[in-house]
C-alpha cells in the first residue's frame, strides 16, 4: 500500500504540472514554433502583433488584373523585398496595405502614428506603391481606361493626375515615375506593338511634353510608319504629359528604368539605351544581344562572340560593356524578384546566385509565421466560406525583411507583426543598402 503523504505529495505535483500546461497554452497566432525555424525565433515567446486591420468580407490585398509590360506571369501577391523594380505588392513596406473591395470601390490604408489613415478610390487599384512620403496608385476606370495619381502621404493631397496604362513604377533610385501604355496601330501593318512610354518627377511641375524623334545619325532607323512626332500619336497619347517615347515591344521585352534621365529597354535579341537630354529622349546606343536587367548593379548582356555566348556587364548611368568572368556561375533567367551585388543576387524566398555574405543566414521566418498563424486561418475560414477560396492552403505571408515586419493575412485579418532581429536582418540591410 503506498503510503497516504506520498500519495498526497503525487497528486500535488500532478495538480502543479497541469496548472503550468494551462498556463502556458498558446493564444491564437502565437504558436510556439519548433525544429529548424526555432533558431530564428529564440527568446521570443511568440510573434506580438504591432497592430491588425479587420477586413469586411469581400475585400481583399489584391489587384485588379492589371500587371507590367514586362512581367509575363503573375507576381506572387506577397511581393518580394518591397523594392522599386520589383512589381507591384499590395503590401506597402511596413507602412500598409493596398486593399480592392466590392462595388468598384478601392483604399489605401497606411498604419501611420499608430493609427490606421485612409485614402480611398471609386475605382478599383491596379497598382500601388509607396516611396518615403509618395504614395503612387493606378487605377482601373473602366475596361481600358486607366489613370495614375501622385499622392503626398499623410495628407492625402494630389501632386500629379493623368491618363496613363495600366502599370506604374517608380525609377531604381526612386526619383521619378515612369509610366506609359500601348499606342493603338493607326494601319494594317503587322510590326512590333508601340509601347507608349513617359517619366514625370517626383517634385514640381511635369516637364514639357516631347516625343523622342528617333533621328541619331549613326544608329539604325526606327520601324516604318512609326511615330515621331507628338501629332502623330492617338488622342490618349498625345494627351500624356512629359518627355514621352515609343518603344517596339514584343513578347519576352525587357525594361530597365534605373533613374529619371536612363531607360534601357531590349528584346528579340537587341537592345537600346536611352538618355533623357533637354527634355527630349535620345538614343545613347544600341546593339545585339539579350538584355539581363540586375537592379540595382547594372545591366548585364548575353551576346554571341565567334562562336561563343559572352557574358558582359555595364553599369547603370552609361553605356560601358565590360567583358564579365567566365569563371562567374551562369546567371539566374531575368526576373525582378533578383536583388544583385557585384559578387551574388538573392531573392526574398532565398534563391542564391554567386557569392554572399556568410551573415547572409537562411530565411527561416516566413517558415515560422505560417505555423505560428495557421490557427487564426483556420478560425477565419469557419467564420467565412470566401476564406479557403482567397487563402486556400493557410495564411499568406508577406515579409518586409529591410523594414523587419511581416504582413499576414488570416482571412478576416492583416496583422501587422515585427521580426525578431537576426544576424540576417542586419546583414541584407547592410547589403541592400541605397
Same mark, same amino acid.
Given at each position: 500500500?503506498?503510503?497516504?503523504?506520498?500519495?498526497?505529495?503525487?497528486?500535488?505535483?500532478?495538480?502543479?504540472?497541469?496548472?503550468?500546461?494551462?498556463?502556458?497554452?498558446?493564444?491564437?497566432?502565437?504558436?510556439?514554433?519548433?525544429?529548424?525555424?526555432?533558431?530564428?525565433?529564440?527568446?521570443?515567446?511568440?510573434?506580438?502583433?504591432?497592430?491588425?486591420?479587420?477586413?469586411?468580407?469581400?475585400?481583399?490585398?489584391?489587384?485588379?488584373?492589371?500587371?507590367?509590360?514586362?512581367?509575363?506571369?503573375?507576381?506572387?501577391?506577397?511581393?518580394?523585398?518591397?523594392?522599386?523594380?520589383?512589381?507591384?505588392?499590395?503590401?506597402?513596406?511596413?507602412?500598409?496595405?493596398?486593399?480592392?473591395?466590392?462595388?468598384?470601390?478601392?483604399?489605401?490604408?497606411?498604419?501611420?502614428?499608430?493609427?490606421?489613415?485612409?485614402?480611398?478610390?471609386?475605382?478599383?487599384?491596379?497598382?500601388?506603391?509607396?516611396?518615403?512620403?509618395?504614395?503612387?496608385?493606378?487605377?482601373?476606370?473602366?475596361?481600358?481606361?486607366?489613370?495614375?495619381?501622385?499622392?503626398?502621404?499623410?495628407?492625402?493631397?494630389?501632386?500629379?493626375?493623368?491618363?496613363?496604362?495600366?502599370?506604374?513604377?517608380?525609377?531604381?533610385?526612386?526619383?521619378?515615375?515612369?509610366?506609359?501604355?500601348?499606342?493603338?496601330?493607326?494601319?494594317?501593318?503587322?510590326?512590333?506593338?508601340?509601347?507608349?512610354?513617359?517619366?514625370?518627377?517626383?517634385?514640381?511641375?511635369?516637364?514639357?511634353?516631347?516625343?523622342?524623334?528617333?533621328?541619331?545619325?549613326?544608329?539604325?532607323?526606327?520601324?516604318?510608319?512609326?511615330?515621331?512626332?507628338?501629332?502623330?500619336?492617338?488622342?490618349?497619347?498625345?494627351?500624356?504629359?512629359?518627355?514621352?517615347?515609343?518603344?517596339?515591344?514584343?513578347?519576352?521585352?525587357?525594361?530597365?528604368?534605373?533613374?529619371?534621365?536612363?531607360?534601357?529597354?531590349?528584346?528579340?535579341?537587341?537592345?537600346?539605351?536611352?538618355?533623357?537630354?533637354?527634355?527630349?529622349?535620345?538614343?545613347?546606343?544600341?546593339?545585339?544581344?539579350? =538584355?539581363?536587367?540586375?537592379?540595382?548593379?547594372?545591366?548585364?548582356?548575353?551576346?554571341?562572340?565567334?562562336?561563343?555566348?559572352?557574358?558582359?556587364?555595364?553599369?547603370?548611368?552609361?553605356?560601358?560593356?565590360?567583358?564579365?568572368?567566365?569563371?562567374?556561375?551562369?546567371?539566374?533567367?531575368?526576373?525582378?524578384?533578383?536583388?544583385?551585388?557585384?559578387?551574388?543576387?538573392?531573392?526574398?524566398?532565398?534563391?542564391?546566385?554567386?557569392?554572399?555574405?556568410?551573415?547572409?543566414?537562411?530565411?527561416?521566418?516566413?517558415?515560422?509565421?505560417?505555423?505560428?498563424?495557421?490557427?487564426?486561418?483556420?478560425?477565419?475560414?469557419?467564420?467565412?466560406?470566401?476564406?479557403?477560396?482567397? =487563402?486556400?492552403?493557410?495564411?499568406?505571408?508577406?515579409?518586409r525583411e529591410l523594414q523587419g515586419v511581416a504582413w499576414v493575412w488570416v482571412g478576416d485579418r492583416v496583422i501587422l507583426t515585427r521580426l525578431p532581429e537576426s544576424t540576417r536582418l542586419r546583414a541584407l540591410r547592410k547589403w541592400l543598402k541605397p
Open positions: 500500500m503506498i503510503p497516504q503523504r506520498y500519495l498526497i505529495a503525487t497528486l500535488f505535483i500532478a495538480a502543479m504540472l497541469a496548472l503550468v500546461m494551462i498556463v502556458r497554452v498558446p493564444k491564437p497566432g502565437a504558436n510556439p514554433v519548433s525544429g529548424p525555424v526555432a533558431g530564428e525565433v529564440v527568446g521570443l515567446a511568440a510573434f506580438e502583433p504591432e497592430t491588425e486591420l479587420r477586413l469586411l468580407d469581400g475585400w481583399s490585398p489584391r489587384f485588379s488584373g492589371a500587371q507590367d509590360p514586362d512581367q509575363w506571369e503573375p507576381w506572387p501577391f506577397e511581393g518580394g523585398f518591397g523594392l522599386p523594380w520589383e512589381p507591384a505588392s499590395p503590401y506597402l513596406e511596413d507602412q500598409g496595405l493596398a486593399l480592392n473591395g466590392p462595388q468598384s470601390t478601392s483604399e489605401v490604408r497606411l498604419w501611420r502614428g499608430q493609427e490606421w489613415r485612409r485614402y480611398a478610390f471609386d475605382a478599383p487599384l491596379a497598382s500601388a506603391r509607396l516611396r518615403g512620403n509618395r504614395l503612387l496608385v493606378t487605377l482601373r476606370m473602366g475596361p481600358r481606361r486607366f489613370e495614375t495619381r501622385l499622392i503626398e502621404i499623410p495628407e492625402g493631397r494630389v501632386l500629379w493626375s493623368t491618363a496613363s496604362g495600366a502599370w506604374s513604377r517608380f525609377a531604381w533610385d526612386g526619383a521619378a515615375v515612369l509610366l506609359g501604355a500601348f499606342e493603338p496601330h493607326k494601319d494594317k501593318d503587322r510590326g512590333p506593338l508601340r509601347l507608349l512610354l513617359t517619366v514625370l518627377p517626383l517634385e514640381g511641375d511635369s516637364p514639357m511634353g516631347s516625343l523622342a524623334p528617333w533621328d541619331e545619325a549613326d544608329l539604325p532607323t526606327p520601324p516604318p510608319v512609326w511615330p515621331k512626332t507628338p501629332e502623330a500619336l492617338s488622342d490618349d497619347g498625345r494627351d500624356l504629359p512629359g518627355p514621352r517615347l515609343v518603344v517596339p515591344w514584343t513578347p519576352g521585352s525587357r525594361l530597365a528604368f534605373p533613374r529619371r534621365d536612363r531607360l534601357w529597354v531590349g528584346g528579340e535579341g537587341r537592345w537600346t539605351a536611352w538618355q533623357l537630354t533637354e527634355g527630349v529622349w535620345r538614343r545613347a546606343a544600341e546593339g545585339q544581344g539579350s =538584355l539581363f536587367p540586375q537592379p540595382p548593379r547594372g545591366l548585364g548582356l548575353v551576346r554571341l562572340e565567334g562562336e561563343e555566348a559572352a557574358r558582359l556587364w555595364s553599369p547603370p548611368d552609361r553605356v560601358a560593356f565590360e567583358l564579365g568572368s567566365r569563371d562567374d556561375a551562369p546567371w539566374p533567367a531575368p526576373d525582378p524578384a533578383w536583388a544583385w551585388a557585384p559578387e551574388g543576387a538573392l531573392t526574398a524566398w532565398d534563391l542564391r546566385w554567386g557569392k554572399l555574405p556568410e551573415a547572409l543566414g537562411a530565411e527561416l521566418n516566413r517558415a515560422a509565421l505560417a505555423k505560428a498563424f495557421k490557427a487564426d486561418w483556420i478560425a477565419a475560414s469557419r467564420l467565412r466560406a470566401s476564406v479557403r477560396g482567397w =487563402l486556400p492552403a493557410g495564411p499568406e505571408i508577406a515579409l
